[in-house]
């Protein structure tokens, strides 16, 4: 009796579902990014800006770029991509021969956050939509860097 009690326990538990978290991140949806964005928080001699669009249910494509006195002066590539049960944020700027990986780490339904501790700077980057504007902030060590966009129409 005592073991087929165990096996009916193990059998419920592996029935159950799994964490809230996991299902949050696989289940996801970052359609908020989707569309042309400029920074609001700039130098006033240049212009920043950010295109996105979906390419697929667990892929997005990100460019980001500066434009100054109409020279483009930083540019880099993002993808946004669910591999197996992880997402991952995948930079290559412009001129790098390789592209740097941050795992998403935290997500709700406004935002979230990728992560690299490996990487010198940032070692996170957070999204978040918040009403009209889509902030972002980059981080490592003591420095923070915020940008603000609000969408182009």
């Known amino acids: 009796m005592k073991k087929l009690m ?3 326990v193990f059998a419920f538990c592996s029935c159950i579902p799994k964490a809230e978290k996991n299902d949050q991140l696989n289940d996801q ?4 990014l989707i569309g042309s964005w400029i920074r609001t928080n700039e130098k006033p001699d240049r212009n920043t800006f950010e295109n996105w669009k979906k390419l697929g249910p667990t892929e997005y494509q990100g460019i980001g770029f500066t434009i ?15 591999t197996n049960t ?3 944020f ?6 790098e021969a390789s592209q740097t990986v941050f795992k998403l780490s935290k ?5 979230f956050t990728c992560e690299n501790q490996e990487n010198d700077f ?5 999204y978040k939509i918040d009403g009209e504007l889509l902030k972002a902030e980059i981080e490592g060590g003591d420095m ?8 182009l129409k």
Not at 144 to 151: L, N, T, W
Request: aromatic share 12%; with cysteine; net charge negative.
């Open 122 to 126: 940032p070692k996170i980057i957070c």
């Open 107 to 111: 997500i709700s339904k406004d935002g």
């Open 86 to 88: 992880d997402w991952n």
């Open 144 to 151: 923070k860097i915020p940008f603000e966009f609000e969408k």
């Open 68 to 82: 100054k006195d109409k020279d483009t002066i930083w540019q880099e590539d993002v993808i946004l991509s669910k």
């Open 6 to 8: 165990i096996l009916l």
């Open 90 to 95: 995948s930079v290559n700027q412009k001129g």
């Open 29 to 32: 949806n970052f359609d908020y």
